[in-house]
């Protein structure tokens, strides 16, 4: 399965890792997955940590590093073919972030980790529920 992080669920992974579920933890752990990350999510994250809403006990830029080297996290771009998807995927909320990790999910064919009930049932994307 090829799974794309949402943010909330990437800075868990190290920093809460008691909020994600069983099955979460299962799929994020299997080999045979491909673990995705939007830039997007380094933008969350940027803001979260300019904000002081997160702590990340060391130079954000090495916390990124580290992440996307222990998780083997794939790049899922935000390119042309993303942006064009934006037109077609409409949400309930107006979170661009979400707006984007759901366009992204859908133009590369991932599923959507995700604790966020707003993003559970949005049709035509695959979602991994994390409970």
């Known amino acids: 399965m090829n799974l794309l992080l949402d943010t909330h669920i ?26 995705w990350l ?9 803001s979260l940590v300019e904000k002081r809403k997160i702590d990340l006990r060391q130079d954000l830029q090495r916390w990124v590093e580290e992440s996307v080297q222990d998780l083997g996290l794939q790049q899922a771009a935000v390119g042309w073919e993303v942006a064009q998807e934006l037109r077609t995927t409409r949400l309930v909320h ?27 049932n949005v049709p035509g994307v695959k979602v991994l529920a994390s409970r």
């Open 38 to 46: 939007s830039a997007l999510s380094i933008w969350e994250l940027v």
């Open 10 to 35: 990437w800075i868990w992974n190290d920093l809460e890792p008691w909020r994600i579920g069983f099955e979460t933890h299962r799929e994020l752990a299997n080999p045979e997955n491909e673990l």
């Open 94 to 120: 107006a979170d661009p972030a979400d707006r984007f990790l759901v366009a992204t999910a859908k133009v590369y064919d991932l599923t959507l980790v995700t604790a966020d009930e707003r993003l559970m």
